[in-house]
């Protein structure tokens, strides 16, 4: 397989720093893996780009971290390969496969100061203490945790603690960096700072990075490209536009979008829409191309930023759909009533009855 | 629940009222049946009775001068250290390991599970017997063994012997011990975060790395509670000794529980047993300090 | 297969080969030491399994291998076990023990647990610890006294006195595992069960007390243990064979003269030890969680 090392020039820190990151493709063929009965990752195939950051997203249950754990090497495989930067890694043990990895609660050792847990990999590879000491100065200057080398875990904020985890998992210089998790421990204020900083790294380092991760917002917001899993299998490998857009079958089209896509039946297929694309008549400037329904509207929630209709469809055997207005369509609607709203035609997704799978755009009777 | 200056309606709802009523029951049976024989034990230390004169009267360090004088009770005072350091030291080292194995899944480890327990969960004083005969002087199958293969001519006389008997003595109460404090520190090995392994595993250590710089200084608490255990049991424990040598050959292996028994019971000088029964605690009271240590470290971890 | 730089001057096989190497190795090393603790633990025992059903003029030939049958085996040692001595009287004994020592315990312990768990007592902690540390003051130290207690009650030579005594080493044991377990329960049950109309013991008795099943069960585990396990006290108390419990009936009488009944003796052993050692098999998860929660909660 032809393999190439653009990313291998690359440049740690912005500062000059003589670390050069060295970028590998992470590549999954045809992995799975059962525990007993449950078949908890069902014949994957993935393949990353050099320097991607790629999400794994899923609801609970659906194998993205046990997908995640085999490529660490910290579960084996029961069938497939797994390859980093080209090599079949599948049987090597983690600490041979030049990743590194943060973990959900980051796993800090407790018993160690700081300097001592970004140093424990370096001991492990059995560097001489002079070149560790530098090392970890570099990594901890690399995150700003400097002042903190002398403290022990407990005595961090989950902030600093994400960051002595991300020092620790640098410090050996990884081609692959795997993260679990890593912002479900902390609480609201602090993740979209735990985000900044770990985007902010990520983009400067310029490494190969897997996320696992439940969260859309989050995978949205991070990905590169997100791999959309469901039952130990992969539903959709898109970047953020075209998994929301244009999603692969209903499940991809109903775990992303906050409400979910609406859809509705009609004989030979499905078909479904955004709620934000389904707008009153006379706001909408394409008043050609839309397609009418008659929607019934039961309930109003105003969020301030905008507003959600609930109701159903009159030509859908009463499906129930959500509208999301922006605060900016400040048309009255009433309860109780029809109103008559529109789709854009393009905007319109149709997806297979039987199989659920994405299919051309269908003819809508009338 | 209610406002502190008024008392709720019924007595068993007011918790002062439940708090005594429930807690009574437990501090009067441990006051009469610990509290006072424990007071009764110091006061017999120095009296000199015995079952032949049951009257209490005080005769100041007499007793323990007359136990000290006693070359028995100094052997048996430098056993019970040497025993309980020994046995420990054993107890630490083999636990960790059989905690390292039992933690992990392999094939028949419900049996090895099972049999490994066996030391522990028979009454001591049985699994004691098992060694009797297992050493015994004629018959002993170890001996056997050691004949078959050439190494001895003569049989060891394990129990008949000074040296061997000390030594068959540690290592059964080694033996015993292992499966209590291996579920110890299994248990706590069980509590170590499973995120914490794998990221060891990830940073690359060896079995040697993880062992000793991870996994051992983590369980550091919870190995003390066992080798607290394992001291206790050791030290305050006659049953082996009793049913093993009875302290013999000679006194060879007496400790301080043999002959206080052997002493204030068997011999009936209830005044000289205590004082060298009493002689355990301050060994115990050092325990304690360091038991109080650990509750104290362990709410700061 | 095209190099990259990832693995630039790395043999991959290599690091492979040394893998399953290790591998091999750890597995090889886990058997070993499963085999070896299985072996160590277990070896006094398999003599008394041998011991047990062989014939007096096959055990008693120096010579003879001892892990062989060089006769057939013979029943009739456990027969003189079960028929002609005290066994079962002291299994008997030990039971009623037992049953005595657990009702007692789970009486005095319960209320003292949930007290120390839950009524925030001003001096609840160190009482919590003080309860402890009686736990740690061993028998040892006061047999002698206490010997002089139970003779002054008029206990001695009775099952009374052990059934008297032993409580003192359970209660404090009890009062803190079952603390422990009572901090686990959430106190929200029990306020829903006071909101819900109950009386503070209207809702320990039908809603706390069903969840402390575990607990109960742990309780009753120790105070058996303790009554087959009890050396001292029941040496010191008791002589007469009708009141021996099996940790001092078995050792002290299966004697003729100066000589063991060796192999109905170790048949005494094995009958009581190896379904034990099911029972505890069967809880050891059980009592591992226990303890842990004990000592994470406590």
């Known amino acids: 397989m032809p393999f190439s090392t653009t990313g291998g020039d690359r440049v740690w820190s912005a500062a000059g720093d003589p670390h050069s990151a060295i970028v590998a493709v992470v590549e999954v063929r045809d992995l799975r893996k059962e525990f007993g009965e449950v078949v908890a990752v069902d014949g994957v195939d993935l393949r990353s780009e050099e320097g991607e ?16 754990r085999m490529i660490a090497g910290l579960e084996q495989p029961t069938e497939g390969e797994i390859r980093i930067g080209g090599e ?24 160690m100061t700081v300097a001592n847990n970004i140093a424990f990999p370096l001991k492990a590879q059995g560097m001489d203490p002079e070149a560790r000491n530098e090392k970890v100065e570099w990594a901890a200057g690399l995150f700003g945790i400097e002042g903190l080398l002398q403290r ?19 410090v050996r210089e990884p081609t692959v960096f795997l993260l679990d998790e890593p912002l479900s421990n902390l609480d609201a204020k602090l993740r979209a700072a735990a985000r900044d900083d770990l985007m902010e790294f990520q983009r400067r380092i310029g490494i190969t990075t897997i996320y696992v991760t439940h969260d859309q917002v989050e995978a949205m917001g991070m990905g590169d490209r997100i791999a959309v899993m469901d039952h130990g299998r992969i539903r959709q490998l898109g970047t953020p536009e075209e998994v929301y857009h244009h999603p692969a079958d209903v499940f991809v089209a109903q775990f992303l979008g906050s409400p979910p896509m609406n859809l509705l039946e009609t004989p030979g297929f499905l078909f479904g829409f955004r709620p934000e694309q389904f707008l009153p008549e006379g706001v909408a400037a394409d008043e050609g191309t839309r397609v009418p329904f008659t929607f019934h509207v039961n309930r109003i929630e105003y969020l301030g930023s905008e507003r959600f209709l609930y109701g159903f469809i009159r030509e859908y055997d009463e499906t129930r759909v959500i509208a999301m207005l922006p605060a900016t369509v400040t048309l009255p609607i009433s309860i109780d009533q029809d109103h008559k709203f529109s789709v854009a035609k393009d905007q319109l997704r149709f997806f297979d009855y039987d199989d659920g799978a994405k299919i051309a755009p269908q003819p809508l009777m009338r | 629940m209610t406002s502190t200056t008024r008392q709720p309606r019924y007595l068993g709802d007011n918790p002062r009222f439940l708090a005594g009523l429930f807690m009574s029951p437990a501090v009067i049976y441990i006051i009469a049946l610990v509290g006072f024989p424990f007071v009764l034990a110091i006061i017999y230390a120095f009296t000199d009775i015995s079952t032949g004169n049951p009257d209490l009267e005080f005769v100041g360090l007499a007793t323990f001068r007359r136990v000290l004088a006693d070359p028995v009770f100094r052997d048996s005072l430098w056993n019970t250290f040497l025993f309980a350091v020994v046995a420990n030291v054993l107890v630490v080292i083999l636990a960790t390991a059989l905690a390292e194995i039992l933690i992990r899944d392999f094939k028949g480890k419900w049996l090895v599970r099972f049999l490994v327990l066996l030391p522990w969960v028979a009454p001591v004083s049985l699994a004691t017997i098992t060694w009797l005969w297992t050493l015994d002087s004629i018959f002993s199958p170890i001996d056997w063994l050691l004949r078959q293969a050439g190494l001895i001519t003569e049989n060891m006389y394990w129990l008949g012997r000074p040296g061997t008997a000390m030594t068959s003595v540690i290592a059964v109460q080694a033996w015993r011990i292992v499966p209590l404090a291996a579920v110890i520190v299994l248990a706590g090995l069980i509590a170590i975060p499973k995120d914490i392994t794998d990221a060891v595993a990830v940073d690359g250590a060896g079995f040697w790395r993880r062992m000793f710089q991870v996994t051992i200084p983590l369980l550091a608490p919870i190995i003390a509670v066992a080798v607290l255990f394992g001291v206790i049991l050791t030290i305050s424990d006659m049953s082996v000794v009793y049913v093993l040598t009875r302290g013999g050959p000679t006194n060879s292996t007496q400790v301080l529980s043999t002959w206080a028994f052997i002493k204030g019971i068997e011999g009936g000088a209830l005044a000289q047993g205590a004082a060298v029964a009493l002689f355990l605690l301050p060994v115990l009271i050092g325990i304690t300090a360091v038991v109080l240590r650990l509750a104290r470290r362990r709410e700061v971890l | 297969m095209t190099e990259s730089t990832t693995w630039a001057g790395t043999d991959v096989a290599a690091l492979q080969r040394q893998a399953d190497r290790r591998h091999r190795w750890g597995r090889f090393g886990l058997y070993a030491g499963a085999i070896l603790f299985a072996f160590l633990a277990a070896f006094p025992f398999s003599w008394a399994l041998i011991s047990m059903f062989k014939e007096s003029n096959d055990l008693y030939v120096k010579e003879n291998n001892p892990f062989w049958f060089n006769e057939s085996p013979t029943l009739e040692h456990l027969r003189l076990l079960f028929l002609e001595t005290n066994y079962l009287t002291f299994i008997r004994n030990t039971v009623l023990v037992g049953l005595a020592v657990t009702a007692i315990t789970l009486a005095v312990s319960l209320p003292a647990a949930y007290a120390l768990a839950r009524l925030r007592l001003r001096w609840g902690e160190r009482m919590g610890i003080a309860i402890f540390l009686v736990y740690l003051i061993p028998p040892t130290l006061l047999f002698i006294p206490m010997t002089r207690v139970i003779t002054s009650l008029g206990l001695q030579e009775s099952l009374l006195s052990l059934i008297l005594v032993y409580p003192t080493i359970t209660i404090p044991i009890s009062s803190w595992l079952l603390m422990g377990f009572f901090k686990g329960i959430p106190m929200d049950i029990e306020e829903q069960a006071m909101v819900d109309g109950h009386s503070r ?3 320990i008795a039908r809603v706390v007390l069903p969840l402390m099943f575990p607990g109960i069960i742990a309780v009753v585990v120790f105070a058996f243990t303790l009554a087959s396990h009890e050396f001292i006290y029941a040496l010191a108390f008791n002589k007469s064979s009708a009141v021996k419990t099996i940790a001092t009936g078995v050792p002290t009488e299966l004697v003729r003269g100066d000589v063991f009944f060796w192999q109905s003796l170790q048949g005494a052993v094995i009958m009581i030890a190896v379904p034990i050692a099911l029972l505890f098999n069967a809880f050891l998860d059980r009592f591992i969680s226990g303890f842990t929660m004990g000592a994470v909660k406590g």
Do not use: N, W
């Open chain 1, 53 to 68: 950051f790629l999400v794994l997203l899923g609801p609970s249950g659906c194998g993205k971290t046990t997908l995640l």
């Open chain 1, 88 to 111: 079949d890694v599948s049987r090597l043990p983690p600490r041979a496969r030049r990743i590194a990895m943060v973990f959900q609660s980051y796993a800090l050792y407790p018993h």
């Open chain 1, 152 to 170: 022990r875990p407990r005595q961090l904020s989950g902030g600093e603690r994400q960051r002595v985890a991300l020092a620790r998992a640098l």
């Open chain 3, 201 to 203: 013991m209207g809702a």
